[in-house]
């Protein structure tokens, strides 16, 4: 299947937010963690007030808080269950109105008015969330991949104009709100039977509340020029969500998976690949649907998985791991549903493992 998740991030971001290396990425998120402080408040006790420039603010009797931006306006409207898009419509002067009244009056548990605030150089809020939120710093998650990884290796995958305009073509993205990396490794593995694999990464991660962290890994026939990735298969992903046990699940668990993915010798791949071709898993298309179902495959996704496999120009056998893995990345394809599609390209990624 084709993978369009690179092109939306290459297709949307702005000069600032591209990056040339690694390095770069780095200084820039290790920069804005410097300016960074997190301040536990009581929303009923803070107070919402207009600025002479047309802005909001929000601090506390001790001064704690500063200027609010798009994403922390939402945010703050989300946790005073005011509405928003109403509130955008109206001056600032007027909207501090009701939003100060929603914040006073806010009915629930004292625990339900307490709040995370993530302040920027002290004078603006970046991220307003619930005080169990548990933060995986973008600088950690830069930090991880620049210790997992081979930069000789691990590299921005090549385009036609790269050299005329490397930031056009850079995979290195950070924003004040995400970060966003995807690498390929440069050495193709030749895995017999003229199939050649690509191997290729990405990892995303957002601070202030607008995303999840993430790593999604997989094999892919080329990266185009316009960051599509074309024969992605071998998909696994996982992703883990800023609560309280967030950041330990992500050095217990994502970092460690992350160094061995990067660092996995070719042989070890090759050898896999060799082991799913080889493995039959039943004796006709009744038994393999057995056989899936078994593992989680509804009966419809196994019919069809083992229908592209048979199917497949490449002449994939579909009794084998190899290929109902292939089978069943080409039915993920037309799954519309982002997260039904994932669902199902990890199901595939897990039965190449379990030969492993």
């Known amino acids: 299947m084709n993978s369009?998740?690179?092109?939306?991030?290459?297709?949307?971001?702005?000069?600032?937010?591209?990056?040339l290396d690694l390095e770069s990425l780095y200084q820039s998120v290790a920069s804005r963690r410097q300016l960074s402080s997190v301040a536990d408040v009581a929303l009923d006790a803070m107070?919402?007030?207009?600025?002479d420039d047309g802005a909001l603010t929000l601090t506390d009797r001790d001064g704690r808080g500063g200027l609010l931006n798009n994403w922390t306006f939402g945010q703050l409207c989300q946790r005073a269950k005011a509405p928003a898009g109403y509130l955008r419509t109206l001056p600032p002067h007027l909207a501090a109105i009701p939003l100060q009244w929603s914040l006073e009056t806010h009915e629930g548990s004292d625990e339900s008015n307490d709040a995370k605030l993530l302040i920027h150089g002290g004078t603006s809020i970046n991220a307003i969330t619930s005080p169990t939120y548990g933060r995986i710093w973008d600088l950690d998650v830069v930090k991880a991949i620049r210790r997992s990884i081979d930069p000789t290796v691990w590299k921005v995958?090549?385009?036609s104009y790269s050299a005329k305009d490397a930031k056009r073509a850079t995979t290195?993205?950070?924003?004040?709100?995400?970060?966003?990396?995807?690498?390929?490794?440069?050495n193709a593995i030749d895995a017999g039977g003229g199939d050649v694999v690509n191997r290729g990464f990405y990892v995303w991660n957002s601070e202030v509340g607008s995303s999840t962290f993430g790593i999604a890994t997989f094999t892919y026939d080329y990266v185009c020029d316009n960051r599509i990735i074309w024969g992605q298969a071998n998909f696994s992903e996982i992703k883990i969500r800023h609560t309280s046990g967030g950041p330990h699940r992500f050095v217990a668990q994502a970092t460690p998976q992350l160094a061995a993915y990067a660092n996995a010798a070719t042989g070890d791949t090759v050898a896999t690949i060799k082991a799913a071709k080889a493995r039959e898993v039943g004796r006709?298309?009744?038994?393999?649907?057995?056989?899936?179902?078994a593992r989680g495959f509804t009966a419809a996704v196994a019919g069809k998985a083992y229908a592209a496999a048979e199917n497949d120009p490449r002449g994939y056998n579909p009794r084998t791991v190899w290929g109902l893995v292939q089978g069943v990345t080409d039915v993920a394809h037309d799954v519309g549903h982002t997260d039904d599609r994932v669902s199902i390209e990890t199901q595939?990624?897990?039965l190449?493992?379990?030969?492993a």
């Not at 107070?47 to 600025?51: D, G, Y």
């Not at 006709?284 to 179902?293: C, G, L, T």
């Open 284 to 293: 006709d298309k009744k038994s393999v649907i057995e056989w899936m179902k």
């Open 47 to 51: 107070q919402v007030r207009p600025t």
């Open 4 to 19: 369009m998740i690179l092109n939306q991030q290459w297709s949307t971001r702005p000069s600032d937010q591209r990056f």
């Open 352 to 355: 190449l493992q379990s030969v």
């Open 172 to 186: 290195l993205y950070a924003s004040d709100r995400d970060v966003f990396i995807f690498l390929v490794s440069e």
């Open 157 to 159: 995958p090549a385009a």
């Open 348 to 350: 595939a990624g897990r």
